[in-house]
Nanobody, 122 residues
Framework: EVQLVESGGGLVQAGGSLRLSCSAS????????IGWFRQAPGKEREGVSL????????DYVDSVKGRFTISSDNAKNTVYLQMNSLKLEDTAVYYC???????????????WGKGTLVTVSS
């Protein structure tokens, strides 16, 4: 059974940092694109960042550029999202997902984790 599991969410003050992890069981990240998405209360889910596991290509939504960094540990089959300089508007449930193509379009993602909550307080 394919599973993606996110971890690392929590409560942090504005300006602080968190690192989210996405690990997989039942399949290897090789040849997949791993994306991070988030859904804030009352808002639609949006793509935050992605990494093409094959060649390391990364991409970010404009609102997190310069603050968030996506990376991977091939040996651990894990993708990380380092989030720095967190803002109140970063509060959301963060999901990782896997797609067979390099895209931020969520309908292309085949596998999803259950999410981890990030709450940024003032």
């Amino acid at each position: 059974e394919v599973q993606l599991v996110e971890s690392g969410g929590g409560l942090v003050q504005a300006g602080g940092s968190l690192r989210l992890s996405c690990s997989a069981s039942g399949f290897s990240f090789d040849d997949w694109t791993i994306g991070w998405f988030r859904q804030a209360p009352g808002k639609e889910r949006e793509g935050v960042s992605l990494i093409n596991y094959s060649d390391g290509t990364t991409d970010y939504v404009d609102s997190v550029k310069g603050r968030f960094t996506i990376s991977s540990d091939n040996a651990k089959n894990t993708v990380y999202l380092q989030m720095n300089s967190l803002k109140l508007e970063d509060t959301a449930v963060y999901y990782c997902a896997a797609a067979g193509v390099e895209t931020m379009y969520e309908d292309e993602y085949d596998y999803w984790g259950k999410g981890t909550l990030v709450t940024v307080s003032s």
